[in-house]
């Protein structure tokens, strides 16, 4: 649960419980008690303070909505502890003024404190959002506008190309529309088509059929050297029904191609997000929440975090199975260390990472992030981005610009694999890049992708 949100619920309990007479007779007979002692006003004063600085030291705090209301809050109690010194008739008006409150009065207080306990559970970030009207990079990040909402990167074999996944929408958030597999040169920075030929089926369930017309829907992606020397890529698709694409990645005439080898199909009721390979054609994948969720369901899962979804691990012996304590609220994105078998899981509406023992599910370690997305496992490190936003700041910051690129604040995460330890961490606001969802490291260039966004962008170590 991120402060914002926790303040949010404080405050609209606040609200809630001002309408009551007995609460206020609470609240002023603390303030009473706690005047009458000079060491505990002193004592109170000095937290007080050392909180209001921790604030005002934040960079750019008055951008941060419950920031701004802690500092006003904080504030106004200083100064009526420092008035019981100085003026003491101020603090007695205050505490009788409380106290005296009639129907009316507190009916007002509950409606002002739960509206603010409302706003900030629904908002975070009230600093100024750019208009992005054109392609131009600044001072920290650099952008291509050559692909469309690139929400997930693989790097080919030879470190030459990103294979990028267009990612064409879920359900409740916006109308699914097909998109694509497309290549990223990495030094003409140009984007190219990643041509597809059906053949045999070798890899999947035996049923499991595509034909060259159905439209594809990718989403999150995983490219991995097979223990028969293959590149295997898996692609979660949303188009047609759920289902993960399996394609061997092969290099003809200095030319990067794909061939179908078969897919895997879930039940129904399941809804996709990522998948990561295993070296024998085995793999994981997490299911985010149920088809038939709602936006107001979404907003509730977001809120309250209760588990909407888990992990699944498919193998052609028993199918797809559930990995025992996988649940979560809208796990996301998935990476499994095939050495140490360790399964590493994005709860994304549940704002932490989970690292689990892949075979038995044992919880080994955990990390708070605010809307952690995918995740990308290279030399003992995780890199991980997260929104420093909450969700309603997309629709009043961005509005219309939200049909292109909505540059709100993020960060991204550099995870020690071992602990979960922060190693590195870079924050961005008001930049030409927003709503990141995968950050992958290419020799000196961290690149970022989008689920939403016009461009694809890099910035470097």
């Known amino acids: 649960m991120t402060i914002s949100i926790f303040l949010g619920l404080t405050f609209f309990m606040m609200g809630l419980l001002?309408?009551?007479?007995?609460?206020?007779n609470i609240i002023c007979s603390l303030r009473e008690k706690g005047s009458s002692s000079k060491m505990v006003v002193s004592s109170v004063i000095l937290i007080v303070s050392i909180c209001l600085l921790g604030i005002v030291s934040q960079s750019m705090w008055t951008d941060v909505l419950w920031q701004l209301v802690v500092f006003i809050f904080l504030s106004f109690i200083l100064v009526q502890l420092i008035s019981i010194f100085i003026y003491p008739k101020f603090f007695k008006l205050v505490t009788s003024i409380i106290k005296n409150t009639h129907f009316f009065k507190r009916l007002v207080t509950c409606l002002l404190l739960s509206c603010l306990g409302l706003l900030l559970i629904g908002r975070s970030y009230i600093g100024p959002v750019p208009s992005i009207n054109d392609c131009e990079s600044d001072k920290d990040i650099n952008v291509l506008c050559v692909l469309?909402?690139?929400?997930?990167?693989?790097?080919?074999?030879?470190g030459k190309f990103l294979i990028v996944s267009e990612f064409g929408g879920i359900e409740p958030l916006e109308e699914m529309v097909p998109g694509n597999l497309v290549l990223l040169n990495l030094e003409s920075l140009t984007k190219s088509s990643l041509p597809i030929s059906?053949?045999?089926?070798?890899?999947?369930?035996?049923?499991?059929?595509r034909s060259e017309e159905a439209q594809f829907g990718p989403h999150g992606i995983d490219l991995l050297k097979r223990t028969d020397g293959r590149f295997q890529l898996a692609v979660v698709n949303h188009m047609g029904g759920e289902s993960i694409e399996m394609f061997e990645l092969i290099n003809k005439e200095n030319q990067w191609m794909l061939e179908w080898k078969g897919c895997v199909k879930p039940s129904a009721d399941k809804y996709l997000n990522d998948v990561s390979l295993q070296s024998d054609g085995s793999f994981f994948v997490t299911h985010m929440y149920d088809r038939e969720s709602t936006i107001s369901d979404f907003l509730a899962i977001a809120l309250f975090k209760y588990d909407t979804g888990h992990v699944l691990h498919w193998n052609s012996k028993r199918g797809l199975q559930k990995v025992?304590?996988?649940?979560?609220?809208?796990?996301?994105?998935?990476a499994y260390d095939e050495?140490?078998?360790?399964?590493?899981?994005?709860?994304?509406?549940?704002?932490?990472?989970t690292a689990l023992k892949a075979s038995t599910g044992e919880h080994i370690s955990s990390r708070y992030l605010n809307s952690p997305d995918n995740l990308y496992l290279k030399n003992n490190s995780i890199w991980v981005t997260a929104l420093d936003h909450e969700i309603l700041?997309?629709?009043a910051g961005c509005g219309s610009e939200f049909r292109t690129t909505c540059p709100l604040p993020f960060s991204v995460y550099e995870l020690s694999s071992d602990s979960l330890n922060i190693k590195k961490k870079d924050s961005f606001k008001e930049s030409v890049f927003g709503l990141p969802t995968v950050a992958v490291p290419v020799n000196d260039k961290i690149w970022l992708g989008s689920f939403h966004s016009n461009r694809i962008a890099f910035y470097y170590f």
């Open 18 to 24: 001002s309408f009551s007479k007995n609460f206020i």
């Open 148 to 158: 469309t909402n690139p929400e997930d990167i693989a790097v080919t074999p030879d």
């Open 198 to 209: 059906f053949l045999d089926q070798e890899w999947g369930e035996e049923l499991c059929a």
């Open 324 to 334: 025992p304590n996988s649940d979560g609220a809208m796990p996301n994105g998935i």
């Open 339 to 353: 050495k140490n078998d360790v399964l590493y899981v994005n709860f994304n509406l549940g704002d932490k990472v």
């Open 393 to 395: 700041d997309v629709v």
